[in-house]
């Protein structure tokens, strides 16, 4: 079955540190993959998309790439703020329609 | 134009009470979906309405969950009798249909589930 997989946290960054939450995912043919973010209080909001292989979702400083090779969705940002402090869900979704597959979350704190 | 919504924020309940969770969709939006985050672990996806029909309800964990959308519009989720495992962030999420591609879920704040 499809399923997604995301390193553990929480994760603890001072600010302006580098970021990379790795995400790695097992589907059949080709999903499209996201990045989720959850702010304290408040809904999931997309972070960023890639719908095929070598495509790169970009907002808000985050950068992730599509790696079919690798299977993988690796979410980085050069430079974390306070503000970037959540939970962080990697996602798949197979075709239009379907519901999503997400991964378990990363709770990300970053310290003035 | 108002997001989707849910409602309450946040109830406790004890073990064998019912519970009702409801959810109103962007208007216009025909899909609608149910998910759940149970003790931390990943959001796991429970049904999908398209209008008022029932889709897909693969990821519904038994009987005791009851999903409906009269109309079409808003939906609620009943829980009975509820039980400890059922503790955990239910959330809501509607997407237009008729786009080409995969479209955008749009995700309600949630409504956290307490079962003592």
């Known amino acids: 079955g499809n399923s997604v997989t995301q390193m553990e946290g929480p994760v603890t960054l001072s600010e302006e540190a580098f970021l990379t939450i790795n995400c790695t995912y097992t589907?059949?043919?080709?999903?499209?993959l996201f990045w989720y973010v959850q702010y304290p209080g408040e809904g999931l909001q997309l972070l960023l998309k890639?719908?095929?292989?070598?495509d790169k979702g970009s907002n808000k400083g985050f950068e992730a790439t599509y790696r079919k090779e690798t299977t993988s969705f690796h979410l980085e940002k050069g430079s974390v703020q306070v503000s970037d402090s959540a939970v962080y869900f990697c996602?798949?979704?197979?075709?239009?329609?379907?519901?999503?597959?997400f991964g378990p979350g990363t709770r990300l704190s970053v310290l003035p | 134009e108002a997001g989707v919504t849910q409602f309450p924020s946040h109830s406790v309940i004890e073990k064998g009470q019912t519970v009702t969770l409801r959810c109103d969709p962007i208007?216009?939006?025909?899909?609608l979906y149910w998910y759940r985050r149970v003790m931390g672990k990943e959001i796991k996806f429970l049904l999908h309405?398209?209008?008022?029909?029932?889709?897909?309800e693969s990821g519904m964990p038994n009987n005791r969950f009851l999903a409906e959308r009269t109309g079409g519009t808003y939906s609620t989720l009943k829980v009975q009798p509820a039980e400890l495992e059922d503790s955990g962030v239910y959330f809501c999420?509607?997407?237009?249909?008729?786009?080409?591609?995969?479209?955008?879920?749009?995700f309600g704040p949630g409504t956290r589930l307490t079962v003592l």
């Open positions: 999420a509607s997407s237009r249909k008729g786009l080409a591609g995969v479209n955008e879920q749009f």
């Open positions: 589907a059949t043919g080709y999903p499209s």
């Open positions: 890639a719908t095929k292989a070598d």
């Open positions: 996602a798949l979704i197979r075709n239009y329609g379907q519901n999503f597959v």
């Open positions: 208007s216009g939006h025909d899909n």
């Open positions: 309405f398209v209008k008022e029909s029932k889709q897909d």
